[in-house]
């Protein structure tokens, strides 16, 4: 069971980037409860303390922080060596950083429509171009990133979020395409919606999956080495049916 | 006062279902998660219509709803801060909860100081009702196990309260209902055990004469607890199985617990709890101890949280929900108030599943509204009735208060402002320490017309 501690082998070495999200920090606690080595990214510093603080106290090995805004695209190169100078190494990269975004206010003004790009998908390629040549290089190396099953086709609701997780599943295809005969493994993640501060604020947020549930399902994910995980499993044959509605049909349906 | 036979409906202000456990009454109400300590009061500045910060809603009547107002839910501020394995000290923000406490501390060999009968209660609502357990009367309230915590108001300032630092707040908010401000974090001390098994002893008795006698004997036990047939007249009145346990001192494996499977699937109609169900229940209960002593090793999850296996159990009662009734009455007129009101609950006919009967020690509560003092408590449950329940609640309240015992709020969905504020006479005073901000409709309702 992914959920028990795994005292004979040396404690993994996790970077996780957007750590104080409600999904990262879910997964996180289950892999300090395992003993892991943490190196957490997030914006906020006084957040990033609470969670480090919380990881530290349930049993992981090590935890070292810094607080960054992954926008900045410069930083990524001199913040990456730096954690994995920190972690010794790195077994996991866990990108779980991402914005919602205002999709009304992005269908009027073109530079909030970027913005939502640029975080949810230029970031990551960003992050993920450095991350991959470092596992590459060392033919070993696991890179989970969370995307979303809003990606897998464009609705009128959130196309901006929708497109730019789009953007990020194709990268990642892509990439396991190329990697995987190098010996690192993609994860992509897509989570339907869960009970997150993200969705606090959003209609019937009370019925959507429970984060420590969604956590559990990445972990074990991650352990068998996955390429694709839909998160709860229920949406992989919802989203089958989705991208299969003709597009005569589906132009006229309220998604 | 609004008429208790017919809750308002809930207004189309709800965002989402909150329910206390009793599900009555049901009002509408905002919910605003608190996710970081620095939410509050940030996410409160635009407020007007009250607040009232909240956890698992597990307390039963009023005191965790806010009818109109805004609900502050305290559940993902779940974070540990830190822990000293040597003190046992654990100091953990508000919205954790006594089961993810469990599943944290037994693996290292560390208990809960005092614990409910439920283990999905926060550590904040475990403040604010000043909760007891069946080591009452060894260890006090839980509110006695509070070393320090952090009390936010709405207007921003941040303190820290314990028995020697803002000791007023610190007094004012263990039992204070939440009223008194938003408690982020608290440090708990923690208790060492060697293993997840209590040494438990159950002994059969008839009448409250066997069971005082059990309670003195029982004296150095650290748990002690009764269930009661309140549906027995003539020779089983007052008949119950007296429970008593120890944590077992050999060492043994301190797993975590498993989680829990079943749901209590549906709403059970009206009808399913009548007069008939409970007492067959109520005598299963009772020969289900075919001996009148029986002694057993016990893991802690049944013997603490026996309702717990179940989630959601309290949809058994159906949608109108049920009343809790939780008095203590002092030493002087404990024996003929729970006689007396025993007699009353039989002669109602008004069905109780386990009735819970326990001696109170004279371990005092740190808190200036905390409900537990030394007598007899009785806490027993009816499901709602129009026309029935109501006034048989009022008239054991009026007994209560003749008896010079007390109700106990988080417990409460009935009683009338004139018998709150003669049970808690303080009221006024607590009252100083409230949050401008911060009320419940359980507040609203028993400091009316005064």
């Known amino acids: ?65 810094a607080v960054a805004d992954l926008d900045d695209t410069e930083q990524h190169p001199a913040l990456l060596a730096h954690a994995v100078n920190s972690l010794t190494g790195m077994d996991i990269a866990y990108l779980a950083h991402g914005v919602l975004g205002d999709q009304a206010e992005a269908e009027r003004d073109f530079n909030t429509a970027a913005q939502i790009l640029h975080t949810n998908f230029v970031a990551p390629v960003s992050l993920l171009t450095w991350l991959a040549n470092f596992c590459v290089q060392r033919r070993a190396g696991t890179l989970a990133v969370i995307s979303s099953v809003a990606g897998d086709r464009g609705r009128k609701s959130n196309y901006l979020y929708g497109s730019s997780k789009a953007g990020l599943s194709a990268f990642l295809g892509g990439l396991r395409n190329r990697v995987d005969r190098e010996g690192v493994t993609v994860l992509t993640i897509k989570p339907g919606p869960v009970k997150t501060a993200m969705t606090a604020n ?37 989203m089958f049916i989705i991208r299969n509605i003709p597009e005569r049909i589906f132009k006229k349906l309220n998604l | ?80 801060i830190d822990f000293d394995a040597e003190t046992g000290l654990l100091t953990a923000e508000a919205g954790v909860t006594l089961a993810q406490i469990l599943d944290f501390a037994v693996p290292r060999g560390f208990f809960l100081p005092v614990t409910p009968g439920t283990k999905y209660v926060t550590l904040g609502g475990a403040i604010a009702n000043d909760i007891h357990g069946k080591n009452h009367h060894s260890a006090g309230t839980f509110g006695r196990h509070i070393a320090q915590f952090e009390l936010v108001r709405s207007d921003g300032s941040r303190m820290i309260c314990s028995p020697t630092e ?62 009661v047939d309140v549906t027995s007249t003539g020779r089983n009145f007052a008949r ?85 009734f939780q008095y203590v009455i002092p030493w002087e007129h404990a024996k003929e108030g729970t006689v007396a009101i025993l007699h009353e609950v039989a002669k109602s006919g008004l069905a109780s599943f386990l009735a819970v009967l326990k001696a109170f020690g004279d371990v005092p509560s740190p808190g200036m509204m905390s409900f537990p003092k030394p007598g007899i408590t009785l806490a027993l449950d009816f499901p709602i009735k129009p026309d029935k329940s109501f006034p048989l609640f009022q008239r054991l309240a009026d007994m209560t208060l003749e008896f010079g015992g007390r109700l106990y709020p988080a417990k409460d969905a009935a009683m009338t402002a004139p018998q709150f504020q003669a049970f808690y006479p303080q009221w006024q005073h607590f009252a100083q320490y409230r949050d401008p901000l911060l009320t419940s409709s359980f507040w609203e309702r028993v400091t009316q017309n005064s």
């Open chain 2, 240 to 324: 119950g199985v007296f429970m008593q346990g120890d944590h077992s001192t050999k060492k043994d494996d301190l797993k975590p617990s498993p989680k829990p499977k079943l749901v209590f699937p549906f709403e059970a109609p009206g009808f399913a709890l009548n007069a008939l169900t409970v007492s067959l229940f109520n005598t299963a209960f009772f020969h289900k101890q075919i001996h009148k002593r029986a002694v057993a090793l016990q893991d802690y999850e049944p013997f603490f949280y026996p309702l717990d296996k179940v989630l959601r159990w309290n949809r058994m009662y159906g949608k109108r929900g049920l009343l809790q």
């Open chain 1, 202 to 238: 959003m209609p019937k947020s009370e019925k959507f999956a429970d984060v420590e549930s969604v956590a559990e399902s990445i972990v074990s994910a991650i352990d068998k080495r996955k390429d694709i995980l839909y998160v709860p499993f229920q949406w992989q044959p919802i």
């Open chain 2, 1 to 80: 006062m609004p008429d208790p036979i017919a809750p308002e409906e809930a207004t189309s202000q709800v965002q989402a279902p909150f329910e206390s456990w009793g599900r009555y009454p049901t009002y509408g109400a905002k919910l605003l998660p608190l996710h970081w300590q620095s939410d509050f009061p940030a996410l409160t500045a635009d407020l007007h219509n009250g607040a009232l910060p909240v956890g698992m809603g597990r307390s039963y009547g009023d005191v965790c709803l806010l009818k109109d107002g805004n609900l502050l839910v305290t559940t993902a501020m779940n974070r540990l």
């Open chain 1, 1 to 65: 069971m992914s959920t028990t501690p795994q005292a004979t082998t040396p404690p993994r070495k996790i970077l996780v980037l957007g750590a104080t999200s409600g999904i990262a920090e879910a997964t996180c606690r289950i892999w300090a409860f395992q003993g892991a080595s943490l190196f957490l990214v997030a914006r906020n510093a006084e957040k990033l303390a609470a969670v480090a603080a919380d990881l530290k106290t349930r049993g992981a090995s090590y935890v070292d922080t």
């Open chain 2, 166 to 227: 803002n000791s007023e707040f610190y007094s004012a908010t263990i039992g204070g209902l939440g009223l008194t401000g938003v408690i982020t974090w608290a440090t708990l001390r923690l208790k060492p055990i060697v293993s997840r098994k209590i040494d438990y002893e159950g002994i059969q008795f008839h009448g409250i004469d066997e069971f005082l006698d059990l309670t003195n004997q029982a004296h150095d036990i650290e748990y002690t607890v009764s269930w």
